[in-house]
């Protein structure tokens, strides 16, 4: 998945990821997570990580990639919307 210099300046059209760690396929969350963060940083799109692997796997998951935050299902959705709120308020606060 490699990414042109220009391309790392254009406008994304989206704001967010939201993915889970267990994608079907070739590709897994983790491996998506890794190409994208060598294209574009965490100020350009933050990700959030659902996933319902064990808590242990999703703390070594913080600790690699600190910069991403993950919610393990199940979860409500009102949790999802605040942290969804929390991440749009970080970007308009500059962080």
């Known amino acids: ?3 042109c210099a220009a ?3 254009q ?3 989206y704001d967010l ?3 889970d760690l267990l994608l079907p396929g070739k590709l897994s969350g983790l491996e998506t997570i890794q190409h994208l963060r060598h294209a574009l940083s965490p100020e350009r ?3 959030i990580v659902i ?3 064990g808590q242990e796997a999703l703390e070594e998951l913080k600790t690699s990639q ?3 935050r993950v919610l393990r299902k199940p979860f409500k959705i009102q949790t999802l919307l605040q942290l969804v709120h929390e991440l749009k308020a970080e970007r308009s606060d500059g962080r």
């Open 51 to 53: 996933s319902a692997i």
């Open 66 to 68: 600190p910069d991403v």
């Open 7 to 9: 391309a790392r300046q």
């Open 45 to 47: 799109l933050p990700i």
């Open 17 to 19: 990821l939201i993915v």
């Open 11 to 13: 406008a994304l059209p």
């Open 1 to 3: 998945m490699p990414v």
